[in-house]
């Protein structure tokens, strides 16, 4: 199955050598770019890609806006893709933004070629967070900084089995599904029911937010270690 993309960047050169990158792939086919984010919404509406690659800073519209935009549109669109930043550590702000907002992760720009690529295939697959470690990094550092959300997470973790807890903050801690498999010693698949459970009764999109959430609900703290 081909995986649908369009590029989200306000440099003509990037934009470029990223659809040329990709396009080159089998399984992966661009079909459409944007200058800003503005014009991205529009190219999503029309194109249905499975995942945007969108930048965070250009004129018009930045792309966090067009982020949210995207994954909470307004009555009458169905089509949500997933959402991949490309960003720089200088805008760490942001790309935390983004993922409360419900993007799946996020590329440095001068990510290896062959990272690209895997991004979008792992992003298309429904998985989320490329680079674990760093984004729990990212993620720690915010919460740190922020107030605690209105709505107090930590109640909200009551819904939650002994066995689903443990399987969140094994997320949080960064870790796959093969090495929480591992390290509860259970199959693979059951850690996939165990998320998927998890992200129902917390009502969160995905990994990315289920993260987030670990870390303001206090279940695992700036610091720890994975």
Same mark, same amino acid.
């Given at each position: ?29 661009? #079909? ?16 249905? !890609? ?8 250009? &004129? ?10 995207? @994954?909470? !549109? ?6 949500? &893709? ?29 990510? &290896? ?6 991004? #979008? ?25 922020? &107030?605690?959300?209105?709505?107090? !997470? ?15 903050? @094994?997320?949080?801690?960064? @870790? ?8 509860? #010693? ?41």
């Amino acid at each position: 199955m081909t995986i649908r993309v369009i590029i989200v960047d306000d440099q003509a050169m990037v934009r470029a050598g990223f659809a040329a990158l990709l396009s080159a792939q089998a399984d992966i086919d661009v #079909v459409g770019e944007a200058p800003d984010g503005r014009q991205g919404v529009q190219v999503s509406r029309c194109t249905h !890609p499975d995942v945007v690659l969108m930048d965070v800073r250009m &004129p018009e519209m930045d792309g966090l806006t067009a982020a949210r935009e995207i @994954l909470d !549109p307004p009555p009458g669109v169905v089509h949500r &893709p997933k959402v991949l930043m490309l960003t720089t550590f200088d805008i760490d702000d942001y790309v935390y933004e983004a993922l409360r907002a419900g993007a799946s992760g996020f590329l440095l720009k001068d990510a &290896p070629p062959a990272d690209l690529i895997s991004a #979008v295939r792992v992003v298309a697959s429904g998985e989320a967070l490329l680079a674990p470690s760093v984004t729990r990094r990212l993620i720690a550092d915010f919460v740190q900084q922020r &107030p605690a959300p209105r709505k107090d !997470p930590a109640l909200r973790l009551k819904g939650l089995t002994p066995r689903e807890t443990e399987v969140l903050e @094994l997320i949080a801690r960064g @870790l796959s599904n093969q090495e929480i498999a591992g390290h509860l #010693v259970l199959a693979e698949q059951t850690v996939k029911t165990h998320i998927g459970r998890v992200l129902a009764k917390l009502d969160l999109r995905d990994r990315a937010q289920a993260v987030i959430f670990a870390y303001e609900a206090g279940l695992v703290r700036p610091g720890d270690s994975g």
